[in-house]
């Protein structure tokens, strides 16, 4: 990977992490969503910084822990992330972390 794919996915990882930072905050409070990222870290070994790297698992851990509402807060980022980068997001269009990241990536 070359120094500018590396720095435009940086990018795009900072982003999305801020966003869902943001958005967990935002929704469950500041000491809900330390609480929630120290119990996935502890339990599912997955550090903040490596959660762009493994979203999959991340929304299996979050939704672990708060069931059904876990997809709520899932859109509620994409949502933010479509905004922050100037996308349309068409309800009919199912769009999701990897494809935002893929179209962040190809800009």
């Known amino acids: 990977m070359s120094q500018s794919e590396q720095n435009i996915k940086q ?8 966003t869902l930072h943001g958005t967990l905050r935002g929704v469950l409070g500041d000491l809900a969503t330390e609480v929630i990222i120290q119990h996935i870290s502890r339990r ?3 550090r903040w910084k490596e959660i762009p790297e493994n979203i999959e698992t991340f929304w299996e851990a979050l939704k672990d822990i708060l069931g059904p509402s876990a997809s709520l807060l899932e859109n509620l980022v994409i949502q933010q992330l479509c905004s922050t980068l100037g996308l349309e997001r068409n309800e009919k269009d199912f769009i999701d972390i990897q494809r935002l990241k893929v179209k962040f990536e190809d800009t």
């Not at 990018?11 to 801020?18: P, R």
């Open 11 to 18: 990018g795009f990882d900072e982003l999305f992490l801020e």
């Open 44 to 46: 599912y070994s997955l």
